[in-house]
């Protein structure tokens, strides 16, 4: 268990409501939650629990209707737009459920998409090197498989070396042997270069390779469950 | 180059049929703005030197008879820095091998050295100077319409007496550069052509030996040229002056002003409509682009670049496919431009040519479009910058479609659903929809102004040697005779019927305004030559009052029951008031007629002509050509047949080109607009169609959803574009309208069926090409790309 002083982010009293013509959506009802430096955090929910939601707003892509959110000792949530890009340029590292490959990009130009806006990348072969693809890197989206192209993801978003992964369910449209080898890579970066890691998932089966997980339900917070070992993602069964 | 450069040059060739269409489109635009203005400031720059050089006058006047005296009292007029007195005579000549008689101006040159003003350039042989008195130049067109060469002779009839004139040089005038015969509206170098000749040979001619009838003269740079003019006619007067002018009413300037006023238009009309339909398309596929890799924006945006980043991007993307479009534009008009003034300085004769294009020309034209590209795109571009990146992850919502609303509803109850699926498609963006109609319309409007000008044309000759001037001969003699010198050309052989002609000349004072016009006394209802009301029919000329065409009325401010002061120049010089009584209709020139019994009242006079209007029997006309060759007196004689054929030749050779351009231009914008719809028509609704094909449609039924769309917009595209199409004749008439020629507006069932046609059968090709995309659909894969 980590301390106060390391946490990463701070919410507090987080609340988003959409509104849709009449319609009032409560999408966040109030969380106040902490991610400590360094731990795997897994956000498990129904769809509409508002996990998404929770990691847009934490990644700096969407605000807050109420509440704040620290990211170290800045608020981030009153940063303007300029202010929140510059937050995700020099922070953040995402990785989608889709991959949102750039068509028209090879594998290693993806790479290169963030890479050469960051203060202090490694460099793209390095980064896909990590995830195992050393010998894709001239292959675009359409010629690499479902995992391959988002262990590319996964390449894109560590390349930067950022503080911190927002991952939203990155082995939702893999099958579970192709997921296992796209979470394993997520796993060796945290473990080597200690990103830490914020993993949105509604499979209850990988929660098990957080140190915490965090139970999302209507729009709070349901539980917090802390596991006494991270399960590495080969043992995982889903 | 950056990743997302290269993401930038790998989406462009994806699209680079479409990217290409539209950089047609603008280079179309681009290529007519520096066409014609790069060879209006090419032709602006060589006639400009040509004046220079050949010292062309800024002043001309004409007059009976006066001492050479008096050019030291007009060179004495403030402002005036060089005069040139000369002698300037119209005879016929008679040329062998050629039926009809021709007419040549004969001027006089210095008998040593170059004339001051207006001198010539030799193209071939000698200059006058030490030759014998008989030796002329003679003008090039005219020279080369007869193959002539220094050592030929020609015969030309001086002051009654038949005379063989010997060439000795072929030369080029800046004040000939259109050598067109006064009345005519075209030049007709087979028949008119200028001879110059020792001044001592034509005063001994005509017996002006220490006079003149003509001046030239130029101006120092603060003259005021109107009072100039009213000082050199008051006189030239008591000499018989007929009026002093300056260049702007100089027969040839004038011509050449017209052209490059043409030019002008056309550079200042075509181009936008072409930047105006290219920023459209640009509009259209841009917004489809950022539409569909809204998930690539989001991402890009949750990696930290930056909204303006994106919208660089997107902007790039705008930007190159418009330089593309410019860079072609570019070279096209450069090379047009070229081959244009090439046959510019054919037509006009310059001795050279100067055709350097002015790199500020393709600065304009880089920044004219670019600027256009860019306001029709900002508001595209300006969605993918505000994008949200939380919102842009998200697939955009599906389109909200409407049944119809009550009653409409009822419409649609006997329609499929295809058709269903087709009219809601476009009604659901009804925006997007009309202006997609109204670039298909720009092209129907662009090519029924290209046969509207081809139409008009016909139209014109129609109206002006079908219903008004109808003679087959026009006599025009040496001053005023009796009218009973009409029954010798009466009794010419072959001659049918003779209506008299009497032309004085005249200024026309009007609240502040003036003209110098040749007032033209007419039978009230002559059979051969008729005026024409505004509604262009035959109109009977009222017994006493001034008839004036609608061009002179505009000119003057005038119209009907105005009085205006009419200062005859000749005889007596009265000053007459006359009101307007009618208004007639000419496309050319402009010009003021009177009963021709009231013109012999007012001016006193008995019955007098000065020409005469012939109708002819066809098969007489060799005789009665030789006839009038040998008949003195007679200063010219335009023959319907020549100056037929002569307007038709230039007109084709001028206008031709401008409308096979234009059918070409109007092609590409209705290619570049209803293939990019039709293009982005099928990303956008890949996804259904695939499923209707895994429904079980057939690939017809499925791509007639399709083009089914693009034939309901192309339908209502052909009558807006008829519509837009008059709005646009309507224009390029108001640009075309000079003080020497209009076009009349008619637009006939066959103008807009021509352009609807082209466009239909473009539609129908791009929608094929499309179609057959439809028909390689790869199900499976369009079925798996996420939207």
């Given at each position: 268990m980590k301390s106060e002083e390391q946490s990463l982010f701070k919410t507090r009293g987080l609340t988003k409501v959409y509104v849709t013509g009449d319609v009032e959506i409560h999408a966040l009802r109030g969380i106040d939650l902490d991610i400590y430096q360094g731990e795997i955090i897994v956000l498990l929910g129904?769809?509409?629990?508002?996990k998404s939601t929770f990691l847009n707003i934490l990644g700096g892509l969407d605000r807050p209707t109420a509440g704040s959110v620290f990211y170290k000792e800045d608020?981030?949530?009153?940063?303007?737009d300029g202010g929140l890009t510059k937050y995700r340029r020099d922070h953040v590292g995402v990785v989608f459920q889709f991959y949102n490959?750039?068509?028209?990009?090879t594998a290693k130009e993806n790479v290169a998409l963030v890479t050469e806006i960051a203060r202090d990348p490694m460099a793209p072969e390095e980064a896909l090197a990590l995830v195992g693809l050393e010998d894709r890197v001239d292959h675009f989206p359409s010629q690499l498989s479902g995992g391959e192209q988002q262990r590319v993801a996964i390449a894109r978003a560590i390349a930067k070396r950022p503080d911190v992964m927002f991952c939203d369910e990155?082995?939702?449209?893999?099958?579970s042997n192709t997921g296992t080898v796209v979470l394993e890579a997520l796993e060796r970066v945290n473990r080597e270069l200690g990103t830490t890691t914020v993993l949105i998932t509604h499979?209850?089966?990988?929660?098990?390779?957080?140190d915490r997980v965090v139970f999302f339900a209507d729009g709070h917070i349901a539980e917090v469950k802390t596991n006494a070992t991270r399960r590495p993602p080969s043992e995982l069964v889903w | 180059m950056g990743a997302l450069d290269r993401k930038l040059f790998r989406d462009l060739w994806r699209i680079k049929g479409q990217a290409l269409a539209i950089a047609m489109v603008i280079g179309c635009g681009i290529a007519t703005l520096v066409m014609s203005l790069g060879t209006l400031e090419s032709l602006e720059q060589t006639r400009a030197a040509y004046y220079e050089r050949y010292r062309f006058a800024d002043v001309f006047a004409n007059l009976k008879r006066a001492p050479q005296r008096l050019a030291a009292k007009i060179e004495a007029?403030?402002?005036?820095?060089q005069v040139e007195t000369r002698i300037v005579k119209d005879v016929t000549l008679d040329i062998e091998g050629l039926d009809a008689p021709a007419s040549g101006r004969l001027i006089s040159m210095p008998?040593?050295?170059?004339?001051?003003?207006n001198n010539v350039y030799l193209r071939q042989g000698r200059l006058?100077?030490?030759?014998?008195?008989?030796a002329v130049l003679v003008s090039e067109p005219f020279a080369e319409a007869h193959g002539y060469h220094p050592g030929d002779t020609i015969t030309a009839s001086l002051n009654g007496r038949k005379r063989a004139l010997e060439i000795v040089g072929i030369v080029l005038s800046p004040e000939y550069i259109y050598s067109i015969k006064a009345?005519?509206?075209?030049?007709?170098n087979k028949h008119y052509g200028i001879i110059w000749m020792k001044r001592q040979s034509l005063a001994a001619a005509y017996g002006l030996e220490g006079a003149f009838n003509d001046i030239a003269l130029t101006l120092s740079r603060d003259a005021k040229v109107d009072d100039v003019l009213a000082q050199i006619d008051k006189l030239t007067a008591p000499f018989g002056g007929v009026g002093a002018y300056g260049r702007k009413d100089q027969i040839s300037h004038a011509f050449l002003n017209n052209e490059m006023h043409g030019l002008e238009s056309t550079g200042a009309v075509v181009p936008p409509i072409f930047l105006g339909v290219a920023a459209f398309l640009l509009n259209m596929v841009i917004l489809r682009i950022i539409e569909t890799e809204r998930g690539q924006i989001g991402l890009l945006k949750a990696f930290g670049y930056t909204n303006w980043d994106v919208g660089a991007h997107y902007l790039k993307f705008v930007m190159i496919v418009t330089i593309v479009g410019v860079t072609l534009g570019c070279i096209g008009g450069a090379w047009m431009g070229r081959g244009l003034t090439e046959m510019y300085t054919e037509f006009f004769k310059f001795p050279f040519l100067y055709y350097q294009l002015d790199t500020a020309l393709f600065a304009i034209a880089i920044i004219v479009s670019l600027v256009a590209a860019f306001l029709g795109t900002i508001g595209a571009l300006r969605k993918a910058i505000v994008l949200p990146p939380a919102e842009a992850m998200?697939?955009?919502?599906?389109p909200v479609y409407r049944k119809a609303s009550f009653g409409f509803s009822k419409l649609f109850t006997g329609f499929s659903q295809p058709v269903r699926m087709i009219i809601r498609h476009v009604t659901r963006w009804p925006i997007k929809s009309f202006f997609t109609s109204l670039g298909i319309s720009a092209s129907v409007a662009i090519l029924v102004v290209a046969f509207f000008l081809e139409g008009s044309i016909d139209r014109l000759i129609e109206i002006q040697f079908?219903?008004?001037?109808?003679?087959?001969v026009a006599v025009v003699f040496e001053g005023a005779h009796p009218r009973s010198a009409l029954a010798e050309l009466e009794k010419m052989?072959?001659?049918?019927k003779v209506e008299p002609m009497r032309s004085v000349p005249a200024r026309f004072r009007f609240d502040q305004k003036h003209r110098r016009v040749a007032l033209s006394g007419r039978l009230p209802e002559g059979e051969i030559n008729r005026l024409l009301d505004t509604s262009l029919t035959p109109m009977v000329l009222p017994q006493e009052g001034l008839v004036i065409s609608s061009k002179l009325g505009q000119m003057l401010g005038a119209k009907l029951g105005d009085r205006i002061a009419v200062e005859i120049?000749?005889?007596?010089?009265p000053t007459l008031t006359l009101t307007v009584a009618g208004i007639v209709e000419e496309y050319i020139g402009y010009s003021a007629y009177m009963n021709i019994d009231a013109l012999d009242k007012v001016l006193g006079?008995?019955?007098?002509?000065?020409g005469g209007y012939l109708l002819i029997d066809p098969v007489q006309e060799k005789n009665l050509y030789q006839e009038l060759k040998n008949?003195?007196?007679?200063?010219g004689v335009s023959l319907r047949s020549t100056v037929l054929g002569s307007f038709k030749k230039t007109m084709a050779e001028n206008m031709l080109i401008m409308i096979t351009f234009y059918i070409i231009f109007a092609t590409m914008i209705a290619v570049g607009v209803v293939y990019n719809t039709a293009r982005i028509s099928l990303s956008e609704r890949g996804r259904e169609l695939a499923s209707l094909r895994v429904l079980g449609f057939t690939r017809l039924e499925v791509s007639s959803i399709l083009l089914g769309e693009l034939a309901l917009l192309t339908a209502f595209a052909l009558p807006l574009g008829c519509f837009l199409g008059y709005g646009l004749a309507w224009l390029t008439v108001s640009a075309f309208d000079t003080e020497l020629f209009r076009l009349p507006l008619w637009l006939t069932a066959q103008t807009y069926g021509k352009a609807m046609l082209i466009v239909a059968f473009s539609a129908v090709v791009s929608g094929l090409i499309v179609r057959h995309q439809v028909d390689r659909f790869d199900l499976v894969a369009v079925l798996k790309m996420r939207e």
């Amino acid at each position: 268990m980590k301390s106060e002083e390391q946490s990463l982010f701070k919410t507090r009293g987080l609340t988003k409501v959409y509104v849709t013509g009449d319609v009032e959506i409560h999408a966040l009802r109030g969380i106040d939650l902490d991610i400590y430096q360094g731990e795997i955090i897994v956000l498990l929910g129904h769809s509409g629990s508002g996990k998404s939601t929770f990691l847009n707003i934490l990644g700096g892509l969407d605000r807050p209707t109420a509440g704040s959110v620290f990211y170290k000792e800045d608020e981030i949530t009153t940063l303007n737009d300029g202010g929140l890009t510059k937050y995700r340029r020099d922070h953040v590292g995402v990785v989608f459920q889709f991959y949102n490959l750039i068509p028209s990009l090879t594998a290693k130009e993806n790479v290169a998409l963030v890479t050469e806006i960051a203060r202090d990348p490694m460099a793209p072969e390095e980064a896909l090197a990590l995830v195992g693809l050393e010998d894709r890197v001239d292959h675009f989206p359409s010629q690499l498989s479902g995992g391959e192209q988002q262990r590319v993801a996964i390449a894109r978003a560590i390349a930067k070396r950022p503080d911190v992964m927002f991952c939203d369910e990155p082995t939702g449209a893999l099958d579970s042997n192709t997921g296992t080898v796209v979470l394993e890579a997520l796993e060796r970066v945290n473990r080597e270069l200690g990103t830490t890691t914020v993993l949105i998932t509604h499979n209850a089966a990988i929660s098990e390779l957080g140190d915490r997980v965090v139970f999302f339900a209507d729009g709070h917070i349901a539980e917090v469950k802390t596991n006494a070992t991270r399960r590495p993602p080969s043992e995982l069964v889903w | 180059m950056g990743a997302l450069d290269r993401k930038l040059f790998r989406d462009l060739w994806r699209i680079k049929g479409q990217a290409l269409a539209i950089a047609m489109v603008i280079g179309c635009g681009i290529a007519t703005l520096v066409m014609s203005l790069g060879t209006l400031e090419s032709l602006e720059q060589t006639r400009a030197a040509y004046y220079e050089r050949y010292r062309f006058a800024d002043v001309f006047a004409n007059l009976k008879r006066a001492p050479q005296r008096l050019a030291a009292k007009i060179e004495a007029i403030p402002g005036v820095r060089q005069v040139e007195t000369r002698i300037v005579k119209d005879v016929t000549l008679d040329i062998e091998g050629l039926d009809a008689p021709a007419s040549g101006r004969l001027i006089s040159m210095p008998d040593h050295g170059s004339p001051a003003l207006n001198n010539v350039y030799l193209r071939q042989g000698r200059l006058l100077a030490g030759g014998r008195s008989n030796a002329v130049l003679v003008s090039e067109p005219f020279a080369e319409a007869h193959g002539y060469h220094p050592g030929d002779t020609i015969t030309a009839s001086l002051n009654g007496r038949k005379r063989a004139l010997e060439i000795v040089g072929i030369v080029l005038s800046p004040e000939y550069i259109y050598s067109i015969k006064a009345g005519d509206m075209v030049p007709d170098n087979k028949h008119y052509g200028i001879i110059w000749m020792k001044r001592q040979s034509l005063a001994a001619a005509y017996g002006l030996e220490g006079a003149f009838n003509d001046i030239a003269l130029t101006l120092s740079r603060d003259a005021k040229v109107d009072d100039v003019l009213a000082q050199i006619d008051k006189l030239t007067a008591p000499f018989g002056g007929v009026g002093a002018y300056g260049r702007k009413d100089q027969i040839s300037h004038a011509f050449l002003n017209n052209e490059m006023h043409g030019l002008e238009s056309t550079g200042a009309v075509v181009p936008p409509i072409f930047l105006g339909v290219a920023a459209f398309l640009l509009n259209m596929v841009i917004l489809r682009i950022i539409e569909t890799e809204r998930g690539q924006i989001g991402l890009l945006k949750a990696f930290g670049y930056t909204n303006w980043d994106v919208g660089a991007h997107y902007l790039k993307f705008v930007m190159i496919v418009t330089i593309v479009g410019v860079t072609l534009g570019c070279i096209g008009g450069a090379w047009m431009g070229r081959g244009l003034t090439e046959m510019y300085t054919e037509f006009f004769k310059f001795p050279f040519l100067y055709y350097q294009l002015d790199t500020a020309l393709f600065a304009i034209a880089i920044i004219v479009s670019l600027v256009a590209a860019f306001l029709g795109t900002i508001g595209a571009l300006r969605k993918a910058i505000v994008l949200p990146p939380a919102e842009a992850m998200q697939p955009s919502p599906p389109p909200v479609y409407r049944k119809a609303s009550f009653g409409f509803s009822k419409l649609f109850t006997g329609f499929s659903q295809p058709v269903r699926m087709i009219i809601r498609h476009v009604t659901r963006w009804p925006i997007k929809s009309f202006f997609t109609s109204l670039g298909i319309s720009a092209s129907v409007a662009i090519l029924v102004v290209a046969f509207f000008l081809e139409g008009s044309i016909d139209r014109l000759i129609e109206i002006q040697f079908d219903e008004t001037a109808r003679q087959d001969v026009a006599v025009v003699f040496e001053g005023a005779h009796p009218r009973s010198a009409l029954a010798e050309l009466e009794k010419m052989p072959g001659v049918l019927k003779v209506e008299p002609m009497r032309s004085v000349p005249a200024r026309f004072r009007f609240d502040q305004k003036h003209r110098r016009v040749a007032l033209s006394g007419r039978l009230p209802e002559g059979e051969i030559n008729r005026l024409l009301d505004t509604s262009l029919t035959p109109m009977v000329l009222p017994q006493e009052g001034l008839v004036i065409s609608s061009k002179l009325g505009q000119m003057l401010g005038a119209k009907l029951g105005d009085r205006i002061a009419v200062e005859i120049l000749e005889g007596r010089r009265p000053t007459l008031t006359l009101t307007v009584a009618g208004i007639v209709e000419e496309y050319i020139g402009y010009s003021a007629y009177m009963n021709i019994d009231a013109l012999d009242k007012v001016l006193g006079d008995q019955a007098t002509v000065t020409g005469g209007y012939l109708l002819i029997d066809p098969v007489q006309e060799k005789n009665l050509y030789q006839e009038l060759k040998n008949t003195p007196g007679i200063a010219g004689v335009s023959l319907r047949s020549t100056v037929l054929g002569s307007f038709k030749k230039t007109m084709a050779e001028n206008m031709l080109i401008m409308i096979t351009f234009y059918i070409i231009f109007a092609t590409m914008i209705a290619v570049g607009v209803v293939y990019n719809t039709a293009r982005i028509s099928l990303s956008e609704r890949g996804r259904e169609l695939a499923s209707l094909r895994v429904l079980g449609f057939t690939r017809l039924e499925v791509s007639s959803i399709l083009l089914g769309e693009l034939a309901l917009l192309t339908a209502f595209a052909l009558p807006l574009g008829c519509f837009l199409g008059y709005g646009l004749a309507w224009l390029t008439v108001s640009a075309f309208d000079t003080e020497l020629f209009r076009l009349p507006l008619w637009l006939t069932a066959q103008t807009y069926g021509k352009a609807m046609l082209i466009v239909a059968f473009s539609a129908v090709v791009s929608g094929l090409i499309v179609r057959h995309q439809v028909d390689r659909f790869d199900l499976v894969a369009v079925l798996k790309m996420r939207e």
